[in-house]
């Protein structure tokens, strides 16, 4: 179960989230969305990857006494910094400030590390001094994105972000972690909810600040009632299996763990697409209608994907199951076409494939019951059948 402090950690998380959602916004709105998606990718990366490390170390480590504690809230001061430095890597490109960020974060779990290492003995020592030394490493590395010129540093980020993805990998090789996959369905469970909330209080103050200014309530209400629709289905989709069960094996782990970048960036994307559509309807943006349709049905036909890769395909059975999300997502991308209704006819889109989902496995569950009444009638009616036959 997830700690007071876990959740305290959650909770500042999504300030440096917020951050880079909103200066997301502002590129897209001002009509440079390259450059904004490009940004948004390295912030919300170093967010995730700071957040996903703290949370699997204190699955398998979290002793909960004041030393951990106490680092663990310099890891949160660090999210804090990084937060902080988000405004200036958008608009000025410097990303000083994000990189001191993280370097606090990361610096206080390599002492995390340390003391695990001191602790164990043979394979696991060896692990998590792996661990210790590979995160100190790349904190080293970090200084080329950092030095290079503008036009090599995504270059120089991708590399660094490839190696930091080895740590683990690397470290895990000989002795895993014990970590705990119902603690860890939850965290990321946790996780996607306050990002998903996140959404909703985006995009709620960005249709409360138009109709303050421009009292559109007409042009917005669709775009309301659709973003909302979004963002329940998205959470109906994500938690209508229990994943827990799937994660039985570090290839497995690693995969899912993974993939959540895609899981929680698109999510908070919703949200500033939807505050993009916003500005776009009122005329506050400087980008067409497909553009701001596109902010809003592009990650989440990219939600729905990952989330079916992850999640829905390990459970669903039968053709018809498996289609449910794929095709939902292609609808959502042909919906990006349809102009000032484009937001409101995604989310009937997602609105439908709840439903669909929930009747097919209503309908496939009554069958096994079914089958499973025939079979204990059958059993049940042998001994009298061989009684009458003697």
Known sequence: MASPLELFFDLCFVVAISQAGLELVHSVADGHPGSGILNYAMVFFSIWWSWMNFSWFASAYDNDDALYRVVTLVQIAGVLVLAAGVSRAFEDHDFFVVWLGYVIMRCALVFQWLRAARSAEGPERTMALRYAGGVLLCQVGWLGP?????????????????VEMCVPVFAEKDFA?????????????????????EAVAAATVAVKSAVDEHDALGELLPIAVGGLLIVFAAWWIYF??????HLRSNRQAFLWGYGHYLIFATAAAIGAGLEVAVEEAVGKAHVSTLSASAAVTLPTALFLLTVWVLHARHYKVGTAQQLVLPGSALLVIVCTFLGGRAVLATGIVLAATVATGTTLTARMVSREERERAGREAAEAGEPREEAAAG
Do not use: C, K, N, Q
Request: hydrophobic share 50%; net charge negative.
């Open 177 to 197: 972690t014990s970590w705990h996959p119902h603690h860890i369905s939850e965290r990321y469970g946790l996780f996607t909810i306050i990002v998903l909330g």
């Open 146 to 162: 950092l030095l290079l010129p503008e036009d090599g540093r995504p270059w120089a980020f991708l590399v660094m972000a490839v």
């Open 240 to 245: 209508v299996v229990p994943i827990h069960g």
